[in-house]
């Protein structure tokens, strides 16, 4: 079976545009969370979907949304790029969300902002 | 707060060596899972285990053991025999309630193994 898939893989922006950054769960799972990891740092979270519902969400800023489809994939969006937003972004999918599930990492997508 | 403590940022061994890579977390929660995923260079994240708050078996899978104390809150990660696949960052992770009814993994800083030939 198919992992977790991501895309594009790297991505180059400038400051002031958005980037809308795509994720497909594993099979048969229905809830896919979001991290931001800035270099040399662990993962943040940033979003929690469960059938297309947002779950719960970290500390960031409304510049920053997502929304999960029906066949259970995910975008996230970002709008007005700061330099700071530079990371890899990570889609993690898991059958429910809840406490007892194992959250499985897709590749992550590079994001560089000039 | 919850919080994950990883306190080596890197490790040097030489391959054959053993090797204990640390995790202390702070949670109030009585129920909680931990974790331990690998991210080698190409940067996804790997699955290696998952433990409950109730278990305090150790736990061995091949070259892999994890030794989990609720007293000192720690959950420490040994590779026997270390190879220079094993080459990597390790971040131990904590499973815990976001808000609304998310469920959040709180990720220590990782830390950079490197194993030499």
């Known amino acids: 079976d198919a992992g977790v898939t991501q895309s594009p893989t790297h991505l180059i922006k400038t400051r002031g545009q958005h980037v809308t950054l795509r994720c497909s769960p594993i099979s048969g799972h229905k809830s896919v969370s979001w991290y931001q990891q800035v270099l040399g740092q662990g993962p943040q979270f940033i979003f929690q979907y469960y059938e297309k519902e947002e779950r719960g969400r970290g500390n960031f800023p409304d510049r920053f949304s997502a929304r999960q489809f029906p066949n259970y994939s995910s975008e996230l969006n970002v709008n007005a790029l700061l330099l700071g937003d530079s990371a890899l972004y990570l889609c993690?999918?898991?059958?429910?969300?809840?406490?007892?599930?194992?959250?499985?990492f897709g590749p992550g997508t590079r994001l560089t902002v000039l | 707060a919850q919080k994950v403590t990883q306190a080596q940022t890197e490790i040097s061994v030489v391959e054959k060596e053993d090797v204990t890579l640390d995790c202390v977390y702070e949670t109030r929660d009585t129920t909680y899972y931990l974790f331990w995923y690998k991210q080698p260079p190409s940067g996804e994240l790997v699955f290696l285990i998952r433990r409950n708050s109730f278990d305090e078996q150790n736990e061995i899978s091949g070259r892999y053991s994890w030794n989990f104390q609720k007293s000192t809150s720690s959950f420490n990660f040994t590779i026997t025999a270390s190879q220079v696949v094993d080459s990597a960052v390790y971040f131990c992770a904590l499973s815990e309630p976001s808000s609304g009814s998310a469920r959040q993994l709180t990720f220590g800083s990782g830390t950079q193994l490197t194993v030499l030939p």
């Open positions: 993690a999918s898991s059958s429910t969300g809840g406490i007892t599930d194992t959250q499985y």
